[in-house]
């Protein structure tokens, strides 16, 4: 669990799948790591194609990962969640930490999401080659 959230505190990037009915899509996304609820805020208008399809499904996967040729660095997260937008005090709450992180999120009005992960597959090549680490919300 360490492991991961510190890795997901150290990145800034979202690789985000979404789909409604037989359409896929892949958005990348700024974010920040809410430890609290095991999750990310997003900052994305909801007309988006990822921001409709979400709407309409909220089940998602994706990555995160930073680029590196040297096999041994690699590190990244694979994920299942799900996407909400957010409102009233909480996207007000979230909005307040969002900004602090990415500042120039204070020039937008565009809509907040919460990233609620139901699982995490974390790969950490710095500890050994295909060193793995699972983390698995209670209730998914």
Not at 91 to 100: L, P
Not at 116 to 130: A, Q, V, Y
Request: with cysteine.
């Amino acid at each position: 669990m360490k492991a991961i959230c510190r890795y997901l505190k150290r990145n800034h990037v979202v690789s985000l799948c979404t789909m409604s009915s037989d359409e896929l899509w892949c958005a990348s996304c700024f974010y920040l790591f809410d430890m609290e609820s095991m999750g990310l805020i997003l900052m994305s208008e909801p007309h988006t194609r990822h921001g409709k399809q979400a709407l309409v499904n909220p089940q998602v996967a994706g990555t995160i990962s930073a680029q590196t040729k040297n096999i041994a660095l690699i590190q990244g997260i694979q994920y299942t969640g799900q996407l909400h937008l957010l409102s009233g005090e909480d996207e007000q709450n979230a909005r307040e930490k969002y900004v602090q992180r990415f500042p120039v999120a204070r020039l937008t009005s565009a809509p907040l999401w919460r990233l609620s992960f139901d699982e995490i597959k974390m790969t950490d090549n710095k500890l050994g080659f295909g060193k793995k680490f699972y983390w698995l919300r209670d209730n998914a």
